[in-house]
């Protein structure tokens, strides 16, 4: 079988639904360039809990979990299936890795799941498991729940965690926007970038203190903590390829990062 990448995909707002600009375009590319998976996993920044949560619904609900949007965004629905043998699977892998998991058979996908799947595969007949991050953990914790999940991509399972390379929505009240970007934003991709192509693990696991604008790119984590998800699933040594998708309201750095194989010495 086909062992495929894994992704970090940056969801930006509910709004690239509907409005999807450039990253429509790259996710259709990336669709076209893959292998079609059998099934996804999908770590998402909008599913917060104090362990790993496993969603084993056999058809999970689109989840309109936000406010204050145009009623057509409400009438959204990504009615792909669920796969609750695959949920059991990924049970026992972060069991094995002692991340004490739980599973709920009721869980929707949320808006951090169903909008870029939405781009990235729009006939929503690829089945679906959505887990939680767990925002009180450190990206170390979420690399664990990535090396974990990594035989699923022996398996024909996308490992995804969806996010944001930046986010930080309190600036959206200082006026940025398509003619005048945040001054945090680019210095934080390039870092990111930078350290990927690396492969300096070490220091992204301390971005905190490490990388330029840390608090200002995510004054809280949840939006980053995919990342390491996308990571760790990747294996030893991945390779990191940053596809570039933009930035929204000047300040939400779209970016996607496609990981495979082993980076080169």
């Not at 996804?40 to 979990?65: N, S, Y």
């Not at 991050?133 to 914790?141: M, V």
């Amino acid at each position: 079988m086909t062992t495929l990448p894994s992704l970090y995909i940056s969801h930006g707002s509910p709004m690239t639904a509907l409005q999807p600009g450039l990253v429509r375009e790259r996710l259709a590319g990336l669709a076209a360039e893959m292998p079609r998976p059998q099934a996804i996993v999908i770590a998402t920044a909008h599913w917060l809990g104090a362990r790993p949560q496993v969603g084993g619904a056999a058809q999970p609900e689109t989840m309109h979990d936000f406010f204050g949007f145009p009623p057509a965004l409400y009438e959204v629905r990504y009615p792909a299936p669920g796969a609750p043998t695959l949920a059991g699977r990924v049970m026992d892998l972060l069991a094995q890795a002692h991340l004490d998991p739980s599973l709920d058979p009721q869980r929707g996908l949320d808006h951090g799941a169903w909008v870029p799947l939405r781009l990235l595969y729009p006939d929503a007949d690829i089945p679906v498991v959505p887990i939680s991050i767990q925002h009180a953990q450190d990206p170390a914790h979420h690399l664990a729940i990535g090396r974990a999940l990594a035989p699923l991509r022996h398996e024909g399972v996308l490992v995804i965690g969806s996010g944001s390379i930046t986010h930080n929505l309190g600036d959206l009240r200082m006026g940025y926007g398509a003619e005048r970007e945040a001054p945090y934003v680019r210095p934080f991709i390039a870092w990111i970038e930078d350290r990927l192509a690396a492969g300096d693990v070490d220091a992204l696991l301390d971005y905190r203190r490490q990388a330029p604008f840390a608090q200002r790119a995510h004054p809280t984590d949840e939006h980053l903590l995919p990342l390491f998800v996308a990571l760790g699933a990747a294996g030893a040594q991945p390779c990191a390829q940053r596809i570039d998708a933009g930035i929204d309201h000047g300040i939400l750095a779209m970016d996607i990062y496609r990981f495979e194989g082993n980076r080169p010495d």
